[in-house]
């Protein structure tokens, strides 16, 4: 348990659907990300929030849309997506940016998209 | 080419034996992290380090920052230790990860 929790942890869904990943984390972590992770790639980062404002978006197509409410939940809303998606989409969060401290990781969504 | 190679990408061992995974990276960086990815998806951060050697239980990291290179190594292994093990680095406040290293202990 590392303290940052995502809901749910596997998710099916077709190509026409909206459905929402959920993150949250209660250490008090002022930084959250959205990783994805494909078979047989490095993860990549795909946004990052510090104090609740996005910080970083790294070219990630529009139908992933995320939301952060606050500094301890962060949720990421999915529509119209591809086949290609499916992905292990992970969550971390950490005390400010990542320079110099630890990230904190979910257990992660394991996302099909048929 | 990645900014963070790993080797092995795969390696399969008998339990008790030591074992090393390598990692170096070509940016400079602020700290180098070794995460554990267990089959099912959860990672877990084992060392964030950004000179010489640390050691927790079986787990040994090093790094060498003038060498660009970094080992995690395990002592006396045994099956639980089998998961994925992912060396990534800090750098500009961001995060670049390896491909990882599937590690398999057999019993």
């Known amino acids: 348990e590392t303290g940052v929790t995502q809901t749910p942890r596997h998710l099916v869904m077709g190509m026409t659907n909206k459905k929402s990943l959920k993150c949250e984390q209660h250490l008090g972590h002022n930084a959250m990300y959205w990783y994805k992770q494909s078979a047989k790639k490095p993860l990549e980062l795909m946004f990052v929030y510090n104090f609740k404002e996005q910080t970083e978006n790294n070219s990630v197509p529009s139908r992933f849309s995320p939301e952060c409410p606050n500094s301890s939940h962060l949720f990421l809303h999915l529509h119209t997506l591809q086949p290609e998606d499916s992905a292990l989409y992970l969550c971390?969060?950490?005390?400010?940016?990542?320079?110099?401290?630890?990230?904190?990781f979910g257990q992660g969504t394991r996302l099909t998209v048929v | 080419k990645n900014e963070v190679e790993q080797s092995p990408q795969n390696l399969t061992a008998q339990e008790g034996e030591f074992i090393t995974i390598n990692c170096s990276y070509s940016?400079?960086?602020?700290?180098l992290h070794w995460l554990q990815q267990h089959p099912g998806g959860g990672i877990v951060s084992l060392f964030m380090l950004s000179s010489g050697k640390k050691k927790h239980g079986r787990l040994i990291a090093t790094i060498n920052i003038q060498e660009k290179h970094s080992s995690l190594h395990i002592t006396a292994s045994h099956p639980r230790d089998s998961a994925v093990y992912i060396c990534?680095?800090?750098?500009?406040?961001?995060?670049?990860f390896g491909k990882g290293t599937r590690l398999h202990i057999l019993p």
């Open positions: 990534a680095v800090s750098r500009d406040d961001k995060i670049i």
């Open positions: 971390a969060s950490s005390q400010e940016g990542l320079e110099n401290t630890e990230a904190f």
């Open positions: 940016v400079g960086i602020s700290a």
